[in-house]
């Protein structure tokens, strides 16, 4: 570092010799950890993009961040849940201590290595999910969500800002890239949830209490799932039409 001694790091990558060190921005955390960011100027390495066949579609889902045009869902895991039971333990003891006291300080550091842990867990469970994605399928299509606009408005504030939704796709998007494969985004006033996933048809309204989604030709589907193999579909289509 520039007018500092060496510093002892732990490297998360391996620094290529043939990258060129633009910047290094330091960061300290609440709970006293440094952390340097290295910004390299490096070759472009994104693919070549490449046909596509296997399609996911994505659906925004309250519980449990999203939902899969296959079925499946990406819940946090329950590990995850214990940190914040933890939490909640630390921050109901530090309200029992002294404001200003030792013991609040060191009470206090505590609960930012708790929140440190929660947000770590959640970037890495962001971006196991998004890799996991990006080597198993050729396109994967979302709602082009109005993040902003949806947290506060009609959409009964689908809690974007807790789960971090947005910072997953964009996760998603840069891991697809890399591979030279496609990120989708899909009208954000789509009709994903009203349309029929198997006979198309879509009905005039539906409400965020359904969870379940019937039509007059037989299908029965969870709200999400049949929303999400709607966004897939809408991708498809776009994406031919580009190609
Ligand atoms: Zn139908």
């Known amino acids: 570092m520039p007018k500092m001694t060496v510093i002892r790091t732990k490297l998360h990558r391996s620094i290529s010799e043939k990258w060129k060190l633009k910047s290094v921005t330091v960061s300290r955390e609440p709970s006293g ?68 006291s030792r013991n609040y300080e060191k009470q206090k550091k505590r609960v930012a290595l708790c929140h440190e842990k929660i947000r770590n867990q959640r970037k890495d469970f962001q971006h196991k999910l998004s890799a996991g994605l990006a080597k198993n399928y050729d396109a994967v299509c979302v709602e082009d969500l109005n993040l902003k606009g949806m947290a506060g408005g009609l959409h009964f504030g689908k809690g974007v800002h807790d789960n971090g939704y947005g910072l997953f796709l964009s996760m998603l998007e840069y891991k697809l890239e890399e591979r030279g494969k496609y990120l989708i985004k899909v009208d954000r006033y789509f009709a994903s949830s009203k349309i029929c996933s198997v006979c198309g048809k879509k009905k005039a309204g539906l409400s965020l209490a359904e969870r379940l989604y019937y039509c007059e030709c037989g299908n029965r589907m969870d709200r999400d799932i049949n929303a999400a193999v709607n966004i897939m579909n809408e991708g498809k289509r776009i994406f031919a039409e580009c190609a």
């Open 33 to 100: 950890k440094y952390f340097a960011s290295f910004l390299f100027c490096c070759e472009n390495q994104t693919a070549e993009k490449r046909p596509a066949e296997k399609f996911l579609g994505i659906d925004f889902a309250m519980h449990g961040m999203c939902v899969f045009s296959t079925g499946e869902r990406a819940g946090y895991p329950m590990f995850y849940r214990n940190t914040e039971k933890k939490l909640a333990r630390e921050q109901r003891k530090l309200s029992r201590c002294q404001r200003g």
